[in-house]
């Protein structure tokens, strides 16, 4: 046992040290693995519609179909995905696959602004995208490469009468389709019936080849697109098979995937791994409806559930979860952000079920720690590393750091991204020439090999699971009439973890709170925005003018 790696002495029992990350050939040898072993078994199930893992690979045929004979779309060409948790999402993400595109997952939430810069930076031929945003499509296409936009009502998949029911609510009794026109856009399942029907020669994809561009701020800094290899998703998922694979029953479990699937945690755990396992994704498309994601829990008979920390203390905040079966449920794992102790302890109370933290980052596709899925309590680490991977603790000159020292984290493995999309200089930062990944997180390992997170190095902010990078929201402020300087912190949040908080130095004296969040709701993403706003003569500089964010951190925290 090598000293360097005191967390193989603490693997559960049957875990290898190691995994092939070429088990398979791609994500698609995966898929039609699963279609071969679990066709008659139920796939996804979303709003009272259940399909099969055949019926799925009937509909990805035809969007494969459509994507290569009618959009003559070629290898390697990009398509952005801009929806929440629906059935359309899995067609369009392994028919987007089999065509041997790259998928770029798009948050449907973002401004006109974020959403060009990333339509733009991937250089996206095609988008698919929910009614409910196709405006926020509309407003950049004139500026984006864009060339074929499909758009899709949210009951468009459902069964019987529930398509048109569910479509005619959302857009007129709920009114949340906002007016678009789009010139040439075609309908999601006009598109299936352009395909169907019509042989395709699949394209050779390997685990070379580029899955996904996968959107993240990276260190600092504009979004910048990680590059998954279909390597890096197979090695993940062998990963997670070899660590949690003698307690899931094939072709029986049932996943709760409430995160979106746009989001790199719920993409791999749920959708891919899942999958691989032949189980059922329950799909919850508006999981802060926490009263009806109950009542979803109570008919689904479900077996594992993922989350972030916000979830997790949302759903043992409503009412009626404590009153569920949770006689078949045996895995609930939280990632995206810290688990805290209170909610981990509850949660065990009352599902009798230990809420299991893992740890990772878009750049590791996502994986890289885990703690056992057989153990009793919470322990406050994020785990050990998975099979296959490394992991070291360094301090600011590069020098791994004793047991129990604190450092900055790095990790090594087959699921650490190839780099940043078109970004050497941004990769370079990051990923050093063999293979070392530095998180930006600060960490110690203890002497059974379990790693804690301490402080992150870098300024961002995790709202929610998600990452805030106080540059984006600084230069987006800066713009904003009436505002001389600027700088953001995230402040502690009892529902999301952290929230971003606004330091504001005025140019116009009458400039006041509500002006500077309105700017932000038109210019940020929800989660990104400022929820609170103070107002200050000066901020806090080095001597060659840098505003010290550190020091406003340590001022809140002083205020208790």
């Not at 056992?372 to 490394?390: F, R």
Request: hydrophobic residues 40%.
């Amino acid at each position: 046992m090598s000293e360097s790696m005191p967390w193989l002495d603490s693997y559960p029992e049957g875990v290898p040290a190691e995994i092939n990350p070429d088990a398979y050939s791609s994500i698609n040898a995966v898929f039609d693995d699963a279609i071969a072993k679990y066709g008659n078994r139920p796939a996804f199930h979303s709003m009272g519609t259940t399909i099969t893992y055949s019926e799925l690979n009937g509909y990805v045929d035809e969007f494969a179909s459509y994507l290569i004979n009618v959009l003559k779309l070629q290898k390697g060409d990009r398509i952005a995905i801009m929806m929440p948790n629906c059935l359309q999402y899995p067609i369009a993400i392994f028919g987007a696959l089999r065509a041997g595109l790259i998928v770029v997952n798009t948050n449907p939430m973002y401004t006109p602004r974020e959403l060009k810069h990333q339509l733009c930076d991937s250089g996206a031929s095609a988008i698919v995208v929910l009614d409910n945003f196709a405006s926020t499509v509309e407003k950049v296409l004139s500026e984006c490469p864009v060339k074929t936009v499909i758009t899709t009502g949210l009951g468009d998949r459902l069964s019987g009468l529930k398509k048109p029911i569910v479509n005619f609510v959302v857009k007129y009794v709920k009114k949340m389709v906002p007016a678009f026109n789009i010139p040439g856009a075609i309908r999601f399942n006009d598109a299936l019936a352009q395909g169907k029907g019509k042989s395709f020669t699949r394209p050779e994809v390997t685990n070379d080849d580029t899955a996904f561009l996968q959107y993240t701020g990276g260190t600092t800094g504009v979004a910048k697109g990680a590059v998954l290899l279909h390597r890096n998703l197979v090695a993940n998922m062998e990963q997670a098979s070899a660590w949690v694979g003698k307690d899931v029953r094939l072709g029986q479990e049932i996943i709760i995937t409430a995160l979106p699937l746009y989001h790199i945690f719920a993409l791999t755990a749920n959708l891919l791994v899942f999958m691989k396992f032949g189980a059922l994704n329950w799909l919850i498309t508006n999981p802060r409806d926490m009263p009806n994601f109950v009542k979803e829990l109570a008919k689904s008979n479900f077996t594992a559930i993922t989350g972030v920390n916000t979830l997790f203390n949302g759903l043992l905040n409503t009412e009626g979860f404590d009153k569920l079966d949770f006689s078949k449920l045996h895995l609930a794992l939280g990632g995206g952000m810290a688990v805290q102790r209170p909610v981990a302890d509850r949660w065990k109370k009352v599902t009798g079920v230990t809420l299991v933290e893992a740890y990772g980052l878009t750049e590791t596709s996502p994986a890289a720690m885990i703690n056992p899925i057989t153990l009793q309590d919470y322990n406050g680490a994020i785990g050990l590393p998975l099979p296959s991977t490394d992991a070291k603790v360094i301090d600011d000159d590069g020098n791994t750091l004793a047991r129990g020292e604190v450092g900055e984290l790095c990790i090594k493995g087959p699921q650490v991204m190839k780099g940043y999309w078109r970004r050497p200089d941004e990769t370079a930062k990051v990923l050093d020439a063999d293979g070392w990944l530095k998180t930006g997180d600060i960490a110690k390992m203890d002497e059974q090999g379990y790693l804690y997170i301490v402080d992150r190095k870098k300024d961002m902010i995790l709202v929610s699971g998600f990452n805030v990078y106080p540059n984006e929201i600084e230069d987006t402020m800066a713009a904003m009439p009436g505002i001389a300087e600027v700088a953001a912190i995230g402040v502690d949040d009892e529902h999301s973890g952290e929230a971003v908080k606004l330091f504001v130095v005025r140019k116009d004296p009458a400039l006041t709170e509500a002006q500077v969040k309105e700017f932000a709701h038109a210019n940020l993403t929800g989660y990104k925005r400022p929820r609170h706003v103070e107002f200050a003569d000066e901020l806090p500089k080095t001597n060659v003018g840098k505003i010290l964010r550190r020091e406003l951190r340590d001022r809140e925290k002083a205020k208790g």
